[in-house]
RNA sequence: GGAGAGAUGGCUGAGUGGCCGAAAGCGAUCGCCUGCUAAGCGAUUGUACGCCCUUCAAAGGUGUACCGCGGGUUCGAAUCCCGCUCUCUCCGCCA
């Protein structure tokens, strides 16, 4: 969300930032409804401290066992001047509410310009894409020829997207998740957490999939609970409505943990295999940042999920979100794309933001500074350390051998039992 | 699921209708004092949103709101009433 009064005051400058989004936000019906909302305000603060005032007097009549009736019956039209007033600033703030919520992120002025994915400059790249002298397959023939994923079961027990793991597979999904989260804590000054699955409305509006992405999320049938769609969501709560110390500043949080998107407007795509599921699992890096060093962060974020793949082995690259392609929160992203030969292409497999204030104004989660000791927003950042099914993708694609097996990436080994090569 | 108790500032905790944005203590910050440390003394110490002042901001002034959340009663609510949420204790069930 962004600050009323800066928006009020930048209004121009923020139209332009939301026309190079590609964003169309009626901003004259914001700025009529913020001055409403003022006028109203005064109005009844006005009212009230006229009530406040006279009550007094009435408690000191009262004291000196005195009339008060006239005062009294005077402030009983006030209290319903008050009251209709009260209703009216409720209805414009939640309108004026309503309309900041569905507002995006100012892009960083270092974000490039777009109209789509195709736009967005690749930043660097790493590693040699692996030489075949066959013709690679993709991960989901590797898979069920080796049966270790079993799409048509996934199917059957639950629906479309979802997929059972079976022996090899669902070991290099735990080994995966478990060199990820040991790199991060062990070497990157993470602190692991594991978080509640579902989080209430509060949560996921603070993070930002609330209200504009009902249709993204699964809810829970009859309560106000959400499953996440991300370890974001309740990592970045963990500090909702707190006012950090400045000493504490810079938090970094790994969590690993399952995820849940509907997948609405997806039909079509990616529709074989692990890269688009219902369920999903992920290690997920989130910080908490001053505003001075967020941007450091950002890039210490990004080359920390880099790691992971430099680790395994796997070419990729890394690109700059443009201003068309970037998310709704965020101000900032890069995405990093692994190589994957069976598909010929590079495929996202983490993306790295940071959302400045925007999370934090929703969330309420600030940080006291130690010179002045004002209060003021940190910056929140996150990024997938990674998408851990998506790299069981990577993983096959990359090592997979001309008799069908698979090697182990060294690192995995120790993971997986010693384990050196995945056969039928 | 049943019964009971509770929710007040960074923390502990007082406060049953007006003098309460809220005692006291702890902690923190600043200053004084003191060979050092400790102790002592003094001051300060919530957040949000308006308005005034200011070129803007900060500072300052002023107003309003906030004592778990939402309603109600009343001239006036931390305090009384209703609903909800959460926490704790006991019982039941349970990985």
């Known amino acids: 969300m962004l600050d009323i009064k800066y928006l009020r005051q930048n209004i121009d400058l923020v139209r332009q930032k939301m026309d190079e989004r590609g964003q169309k936000i009626d901003f004259d019906r914001f700025l009529d409804l913020e001055a409403k909302r003022r006028d109203i305000l005064q109005a009844v603060e006005s009212l009230r401290n006229e009530r406040n005032s006279v009550s007094k007097q009435v408690g000191e009549l009262k004291k000196k066992k005195e009339d008060a009736s006239v005062l009294i019956e005077k402030m009983g039209d006030v209290s319903i001047r008050i009251k209709e007033y009260d209703e009216s600033l409720r209805v414009t703030e939640e309108e004026l509410n309503a309309f900041v919520m569905i507002v995006p992120n100012i892009q960083h002025e270092s974000v490039p310009k777009g109209t789509g994915s195709e736009d967005n400059p690749v930043v660097r790249t790493w590693g040699e894409k692996p030489v075949f002298s066959f013709e690679p397959k993709q991960h989901f023939d590797l898979g069920e020829n080796l049966n270790i994923l079993d799409f048509a079961r996934g199917a059957k027990i639950t629906g479309a997207r979802f997929t059972l793991y079976r022996g090899a597979a669902a070991q290099l999904e735990r080994a995966i998740t478990n060199f990820m989260l040991d790199l991060h804590t062990g070497n990157h000054g993470y602190t692991e957490v594991f978080t509640p699955f579902m989080v209430n409305a509060e949560s996921m509006t603070a993070t930002g999939q609330l209200p504009k992405f009902k249709e993204d999320l699964f809810k829970i049938e009859g309560m106000e609970y959400y499953l996440i769609p991300t370890a974001e969501v309740p990592v970045t709560n963990i500090y909702r409505d707190e006012i950090l110390e400045e000493e504490k500043l810079p938090i970094y949080f790994v969590a690993y943990s399952a995820c849940f998107r509907a997948e ?91 959302f400045e204030d925007f999370q934090a104004r929703r969330a309420a989660i600030r940080y006291r500074r130690k010179d002045n000791g004002k209060v003021e927003f940190v910056h929140t950042l996150n990024g997938s350390g990674l998408a851990v099914g998506r790299t069981v993708v990577a993983v096959m694609e990359n090592y997979q051998q001309a008799d069908g097996s698979i090697i182990v990436p060294e690192a995995l080994r120790p993971y997986m039992r010693g384990l050196e090569r995945i056969t039928p």
């Open 264 to 354: 609405a407007g997806s039909y079509g795509k990616d529709t074989r295999g692990l890269i688009r599921q219902h369920q999903f699992n992920k290690v997920e890096m989130v910080k908490f940042s001053k505003p001075e060093s967020s941007y450091d962060e950002l890039e210490k974020l990004t080359a920390n999920a880099e790691e992971v793949l430099k680790k395994l082995g796997i070419a990729y690259r890394t690109v700059c979100l443009c201003t068309a392609d970037l998310g709704f929160s965020s101000a900032k992203t890069y995405d990093v794309e692994a190589w994957l030969p069976g598909q010929n292409t590079y495929r996202e497999i983490s993306s790295c933001s940071n």
